[in-house]
């Protein structure tokens, strides 16, 4: 990456939400204007700092949900339990102000233009970050295969739902597996993510893809440990694992 | 919730990591004192429900880096890293 990118402490900015979006009950995305933002890489995320009136200060962080060079973008789901979470889903509003960030990281990215097959996998809002790279590889017409492989428990806890059903084509494919409940008529999978199906599903090995699993600790592991089986070099896996505060 | 989930990877701290040494370390080489392997930080266990940050190897989870802020002061501990490379 970027020499540029790489250098130079990280400021707080003022970030300012300028729309929102509900993608399931419980996830929202809010667009934001952020003064002074840099712009970001596919897979990158940012830091929400909140300050109450009391100067209480909580800080989490959060996967870009946009392609480089749109509206900066943030998709995030209610923990209930969470101190930050519930205000950025339920709370926030057009307008409402708080600070930002980033963009932090340069292992979990991914360059629309590397042409390596791509086999991106997300479990819940995992799948945000892999989303990134599904804009950016449209947005900029990447030639890689893609194909996300998303596991959601249910229909409605599928986030971006239309956009996945629109955006298939020219390589980039959609498979999705619902563990919990399927509506009629399902014709994805109807369970975890597995080594069998990790086994229909993914690139060959002889195509040596690059991986982005993305989710829970569990997801993660089991993603990654099944792809191993198949014979993945580790090598090509990255991994991101979300925590259990929001 | 269960312990599988209080374990994190390199990725949850690289915000932290930029704000203490002002520069993007989540993709930065770190050899485990314990065992020797070579991986980027976003490739290492993390533990942030420890008071601080807690880093362990992936292999042998030897404890390679600590991080304990305070209020005006952070410790960092890095007794169980060989190297840090920086790119």
Known sequence: MARAAVLGRLAWLAAEVAGAKWETPRVRTLELNVPGWADHLA?????????????????????????????????????????????????????????????????????????????????????????????????????????????????????????????????????????????????????????????????????????????????????????????????????ERFGATG | METSDLRLDGNAIGGLLNELFGAELTAAPCVCGGCGAREEIARLDVYVHAPGVVVRCRHCEDVMIQIVRGPRRTWIDLTGTARLELG
């Open chain 1, 43 to 239: 897979g990158q995320h940012l830091d929400v700092r909140l300050t109450a009136e009391d100067g209480y200060q909580a800080q989490r962080s959060y996967s870009i949900a946009s392609a480089p060079g749109t509206t900066l973008a943030l998709t995030v789901e209610r923990l209930d339990d969470g101190e930050v979470s519930p205000y950025l889903v339920d709370e926030a509003r057009e307008g409402d102000g708080f600070e930002v960030r980033g963009p932090i990281g340069g292992y979990f990215v991914w360059e629309p233009g590397d042409p390596t097959p791509v086999l991106p996998v997300g479990g819940g809002s995992g799948v945000v970050p892999l989303m990134a790279m599904a804009r950016s590889r449209a947005r900029v017409g990447g030639t890689a295969p893609m194909r996300l492989l998303y596991s959601s428990r249910s229909l409605e806890d599928v986030i971006y739902r239309d956009e996945l059903e629109a955006l298939p084509g020219d390589g980039f494919e959609v498979v999705q597996t619902l563990t919990r409940e399927q509506p009629a008529g399902w014709s994805g999978y109807s369970r975890r993510i597995d080594p069998e199906l990790l086994a229909e599903v993914a690139w060959p090995v002889a195509d040596e893809p690059k991986v982005f699993v993305c989710g829970s600790t569990r997801f993660v592991d089991a993603a990654a440990d099944g792809l191993v089986g198949l014979g993945y070099d580790p090598r090509w896996i990255r991994t």
